[in-house]
C-alpha cells in the first residue's frame, strides 16, 4: 500500500467554483501524471476516479449509501483519534544511537555493554506528565523520558523522568496521585497545572511527597529545552554479571549541552508565544543537524552499602548524593532523526519498564513493581490490541519467535501446525517452532535480602521508609539563593491558587519540617501566619549538601545549543549582524532575525529578510537577545509597548541584551533598565554570552 500522494499537493482547484449549486465535475489533478505519481487507491486498491464530490442521486438531491469512497474516507476519519496516555499524554519523540563508551562486563552481563563502541538504535519520547495530548509545552510539571534501545537481546526501555525521584512510595498510590493533579473531577480544570486544590490537598497528606515537591517547585520543572534536561531511572535498577553477581545501580543521562531553565514568567508566557515550544526546538534542533546527546552514567552500589545509608535505596523518594556516589559515565545517546509520522511513531510508541535484557533486572521498589504490571496493561487500552508489539516503533529489531497467535490486528502471518510447546513435530520432520534458551534466556536475578523481614504477606510500608524530611531539606539547602527564591515564589504562587485554608496550612506545617526559612517564606508571601509544625514519623537528619542538584551551579554561558535573537529594523548595520550571527553560529548556536516587517527590507551594506515578526517572535524564545537599529528607527520602536515588552521581558528574564546607542537612548530607558554587565555593547556581545545574570534578579523583583 502507498500512502504518498505528492499528486495531491499539487491540486489547484476552484473551491469557489466547488461550493456554487450548479453541476461542476470537478477534476483536480488535471495534468496527466500517471506515470510519475501513485494513484489514488481506497484501502483496498481500487483507483478513486473523484475524491472531491460525492456520490448523489441528482445533482441536487441526497448522497448516496452505496458511495464506498466517501463511506470509507469519512469511516476512517471518524476513528482516527486513539485514547490519549492517561499521564504523559503530550510528549514529543525522536530516532537516535546509543553508543557504549566504556565496556562493564564486570557489572553486567547485557551484551550491549560488554565492549565499548558497541552501539544500537533508541527511541526518545519526553513528555509533561498532567496536560492531555494538546496541551502546552511549557507548564510547571515533570518530564518523561522515556527511551527504548533496541539492543540485539531485545529492547530495552529505561522509562525515566527529569527528576530523580518520585511523589509517592508505594505503586497503590499512583492513581489518587495522578486524578488529583490532572482537571477537577466535577469542573474539569485547570489543564496541565499543578496550581489547584485537589493537588495541594492529596500532596499535604502525603509527607512522602515532600521532597520530590521541592524539584516540582524548582527550576527543574520548568526546564528550558528538552535538550537541556536530564534523565533518571529513579529507581534503583539491578545488574547481573556472567558469573550471576548483581549489583545496585541507578541511572542517570546528563545532556551534553548542560543544563538550564527558564523563569516562571518566562515559561507562561511562552505558553502563549508558541504553545510548542520544545517540541519545535527538538524538531528544528535534530533538522538544522545540532544533534542532541546525552552521556548514560550509573551509581553502582552493593546491598552492604545500602543497608548503611539513613534512607532506604528502594524508596524511590530518595535519591543517592553524587557526591557519596558519583555517577560513572558508560554510554552516549544522540538523537539525530526526526520522526516520518508523529501519530504512527511518538503517539503509538508503547514503553514498557518490563522490558529488560540479561544482565539488567529489578528491585523491589514497590513503586517500580507497580510500574511493571501497570504498562503491558495499558498499552492495550490504548493501542487496542495485545499484538501492539507488531507496530513498527514497538517491535524489536532482533528475531521474535514464540507461540502466540491471534488477537485483534494480528498482521504477522506466523506459518507452521505447532502453535503449542512441548511439542514433538520437530521430531516428526515438521518446524516444531521455537524452542527455550537456558543458557542464553533472562532469568531472574535470585534475590535473598535478609532486610527483607522473612518475607510475610502484607500491606506494610518498610521502617526504613518513614524519614520524609532529610531529603527535600538536602534539595532546598543545596540550591543557590536564586534558586531558593524560585522555590519559595513558586510555592506562594500555587498556594495562592489553592482556595482552602487548611489546606495551606497544611502544606506550611509540613514545609517547617524541611526548613523553617523556606516555611517562613511561604507564609510571608501568603500573608498568613505559620501554622504548628506537623509531626514528623522520623525526625530528618541534614545530609552533606550537594552541588549536582542545583542547575545554576552547573550552568554554561555556552551558544552551543542555544538561540540568539537579533532585531533589526530598516537601515541597520548588515555588517554587524552577520559578525554577531557568524560567531555565534561557529560556536553551536543559531540565530533568528527578527525585525518589524518580516518581508525584504534595506539595510546599511545589503537587504535582509527576517526570520520573524516582532510582534510574533517575543524575546521569550530566545536565550539572549541583540538589537541593531538605526536612532530613528529606536525612537519609533520605543512608542511602540509590544516592542519595549520585548526588552522588558529580556531584561526580566536575565538575559544578555546587547544593546546598540539609539537602543540605550530610546527603549532601554522606557523599559526601566539600568544596563549592567548583561546588557553589552553588539561588538561585546559575543564575550558575554547566553549565561544568564542571576545578580540582576533581586533588581527586578521582590525575592522574599
Ligand atoms: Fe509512568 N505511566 N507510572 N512513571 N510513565 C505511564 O504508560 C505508572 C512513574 C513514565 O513516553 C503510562 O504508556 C504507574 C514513575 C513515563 O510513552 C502508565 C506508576 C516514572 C511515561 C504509567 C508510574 C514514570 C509514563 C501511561 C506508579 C519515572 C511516558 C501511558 C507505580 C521513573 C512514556 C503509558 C511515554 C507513562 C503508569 C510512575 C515515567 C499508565 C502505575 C516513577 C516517562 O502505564
Known amino acids: 500500500m502507498h500512502h504518498h500522494n505528492p499528486g495531491l499537493g499539487e491540486t489547484d482547484f476552484d473551491t469557489e467554483l466547488g461550493n456554487a449549486g450548479e453541476v461542476h465535475q470537478q477534476v483536480p489533478d488535471s495534468g496527466d ?14 483507483r478513486i476516479a473523484d475524491n472531491q464530490n460525492s456520490l448523489k442521486a441528482g445533482a441536487r438531491g441526497p448522497t448516496l449509501l452505496e458511495d464506498f469512497v466517501l463511506r470509507e474516507k469519512i469511516f476512517h476519519f471518524d476513528h482516527e483519534r486513539i485514547p490519549e496516555r492517561i499521564v504523559h499524554a503530550r510528549g514529543s519523540g525522536a530516532h537516535g544511537v546509543f553508543e557504549v563508551t566504556k565496556a562493564i562486563p564486570e557489572l553486567t552481563k547485557a551484551k550491549l555493554f560488554s565492549k565499548a563502541g558497541n552501539s544500537c538504535p533508541v527511541f526518545t519520547r519526553f513528555s509533561t506528565v ?14 518523561g523520558f522515556a527511551v527504548k534501545l533496541y539492543t540485539e537481546d531485545g529492547n530495552w526501555d529505561l522509562v525515566g523522568n527529569n527528576i530523580p525521584v518520585f511523589f509517592i512510595q ?19 480544570y485547570p489543564q496541565a497545572a499543578s ?76 505558553a502563549g508565544a508558541d504553545p510548542d515550544f520544545h517540541r519545535r526546538d527538538l524538531h528544528e534542533a535534530i533538522d538544522g543537524g545540532h544533534y542532541p546527546a546525552w552521556d548514560l552514567g550509573i551509581q553502582v552500589f552493593d546491598e552492604a552499602w545500602a543497608a548503611k545509608q539513613p ?101 504477522l ?13 520437530a521430531e516428526a520432520g515438521e518446524d516444531g517452532g521455537p524452542r527455550e534458551c537456558p543458557e542464553t534466556g533472562f532469568t531472574s536475578f535470585a534475590a535473598n535480602d535478609e532486610r527483607n523481614d522473612g518475607g510475610e504477606k502484607l500491606r506494610i510500608r518498610a521502617e526504613t521508609f518513614a524519614d520524609h524530611y532529610s531529603q527535600a531539606r538536602l534539595f532546598y539547602r543545596s540550591q543557590t539563593d536564586n534558586e531558593q ?101 561557529k560556536d553551536g548556536g543559531t540565530v533568528k532575525l527578527v525585525a518589524p516587517k518580516v518581508g525584504e527590507i534595506k539595510v546599511k551594506g545589503g537587504t535582509l529578510k527576517a526570520d520573524g515578526q516582532l510582534a510574533g517572535t517575543p524575546s521569550v524564545v530566545f536565550d539572549a537577545v541583540v538589537a541593531i537599529l538605526m536612532p530613528d528607527q529606536a525612537q519609533e520602536l520605543a512608542k511602540d509597548v509590544g516592542a519595549v515588552a520585548w526588552f522588558a521581558d529580556a531584561w526580566y528574564h536575565c538575559k544578555t541584551i546587547g544593546a546598540c546607542g539609539g537602543t540605550r537612548e530610546h527603549i532601554l530607558p522606557k523599559a526601566n533598565i539600568e544596563p549592567d554587565a548583561g546588557v553589552p555593547k553588539p561588538e561585546d556581545f559575543l564575550k558575554v554570552g547566553t549565561k544568564r545574570h542571576w545578580d540582576r534578579e533581586p533588581k527586578v523583583r521582590d525575592l522574599a
Not at 222 to 248: W, Y
Not at 504 to 509: I, K, P
Open 33 to 46: 501524471h500517471s506515470d510519475t505519481v501513485a494513484h489514488l487507491t481506497d484501502n483496498h486498491g481500487h
Open 485 to 585: 527564591a524560585h522555590i519559595c515564589s513558586a510555592i506562594v504562587f500555587e498556594l495562592s491558587k489553592v482556595t482552602l485554608e487548611h489546606v495551606r496550612n497544611r502544606v506550611m506545617s509540613r514545609l517547617r519540617n524541611i526548613d523553617e526559612d523556606l516555611a517562613k517564606r511561604v507564609a510571608a508571601g501568603l500573608a498568613m501566619d505559620l501554622p504548628e509544625k506537623a509531626k514528623a514519623a522520623k525526625e530528618p537528619i541534614d545530609m552533606a549538601l550537594s552541588d549536582a542538584l542545583s542547575i545554576q551551579k552547573q550552568e554554561k554561558p555556552v551558544f552551543e545549543g542555544r538561540c540568539v535573537g537579533i532585531l533589526y529594523a530598516e537601515g541597520s548595520d548588515k555588517a554587524m549582524i552577520d559578525e554577531i550571527k557568524a560567531g555565534v553560529e
Open 413 to 425: 502471518v506466523p506459518t507452521g501446525r505447532a502453535n503449542y510447546e512441548p511439542n514433538s513435530l
Open 170 to 188: 508505594d505503586a497503590i498510590k499512583f492513581p489518587d496521585l495522578v486524578h488529583s493533579v490532572k482537571m477537577e473531577a466535577d469542573r474539569g
Open 195 to 270: 496550581a489547584h486544590d485537589t493537588f495541594w490537598d492529596f500532596i499535604s497528606l502525603m509527607p512522602e511527597s515532600m521532597h520530590m515537591i521541592m524539584w516540582a517547585m524548582s527550576d527543574r520543572a520548568i526546564p528550558r529545552t528538552l535538550r537541556n534536561m536530564e534523565g533518571f531511572g529513579v529507581h534503583t535498577f539491578r545488574l547481573v554479571n556472567a558469573e550471576g553477581k548483581g549489583s545496585f545501580v541507578k541511572f542517570h543521562w546528563k545532556p551534553v549541552l548542560g543544563l538550564a531553565s527558564t523563569t516562571w514568567d518566562e515559561a507562561v508566557k511562552l
Open 130 to 143: 498532567a496536560g492531555g495530548a494538546g496541551s502546552v509545552d511549557t507548564p510547571r510539571d515533570v518530564r
Open 311 to 411: 534512607y532506604d535505596v528502594l524508596d524511590a523518594t530518595k535519591l543517592i548524593p553524587e557526591e557519596e556516589i558519583p555517577v560513572d559515565i558508560i554510554g552516549r545517546m544522540t538523537l539525530n532523526r526526526n520522526v516520518d509520522n508523529f501519530f504512527a511513531e511518538t503517539e503509538q510508541v508503547a514503553f514498557l519498564p518490563t522490558n529488560v535484557v540479561p544482565g539488567i533486572d529489578f528491585s523491589n521498589d514497590p513503586l517500580l513493581q507497580g510500574r511493571l504490571f501497570s504498562y503491558l496493561d495499558t498499552q492495550k487500552s490504548r493501542l487496542g490490541t495485545t499484538n501492539f508489539h507488531q507496530i513498527p516503533i514497538n517491535a524489536p529489531k532482533c528475531p521474535f519467535h514464540n507461540f502466540q497467535r491471534d488477537g485483534m490486528m494480528q498482521t
